[in-house]
Nanobody, 128 residues
Framework: QVQLVESGGGLVQAGGSLRLSCAAS???????????MAWFRQAPGKEREFVAA????????DYADSVKGRFIISRDNVNNTVYLQMNSLKLEDTAVYSC??????????????????WGQGTQVTVSS
């Protein structure tokens, strides 16, 4: 079993930056460093949408078009943590951000269905 705990959300002005963290707690015998991880977000009244994903090693990443060039996903497999650096934040980035982990998949996926474990989410609010 994997538990994911996000942190780093908050209130920020448009144009500002935030860094989200997602710490993975894994049961004995399981590993975190061989599976894909991702960030999704859900704004009020909208569907949950893909934001960014990273493969097992951190060597491959992908982003939603809306965040390309502004957000950076990375991971630290020694400390079982994945990060989302968010720069040049816009009002439309306001959402609950959740990290997700696959049970077996090592390569990137943009699909929610490919991720088996989810954190509770952290609120990001961008103000004008």
């Amino acid at each position: 079993q994997v538990q994911l705990v996000e942190s780093g959300g908050g209130l920020v002005q448009a144009g500002g930056s935030l860094r989200l963290s997602c710490a993975a707690s894994v049961a004995s015998g399981r590993t975190f460093n061989n599976v894909a991880m991702a960030w999704f977000r859900q704004a009020p009244g909208k569907e949950r949408e893909f934001v960014a994903a990273v493969n097992w090693s951190g060597g491959s990443t992908d982003y939603a078009d809306s965040v390309k060039g502004r957000f950076i996903i990375s991971r630290d497999n020694v400390n079982n943590t994945v990060y989302l650096q968010m720069n040049s934040l816009k009002l439309e980035d306001t959402a609950v951000y959740s990290c997700a982990a696959s049970r077996r998949r090592s390569s990137i996926s943009l699909r929610r269905l490919d991720y088996d474990y989810w954190g509770q989410g952290t609120q990001v609010t961008v103000s004008s």
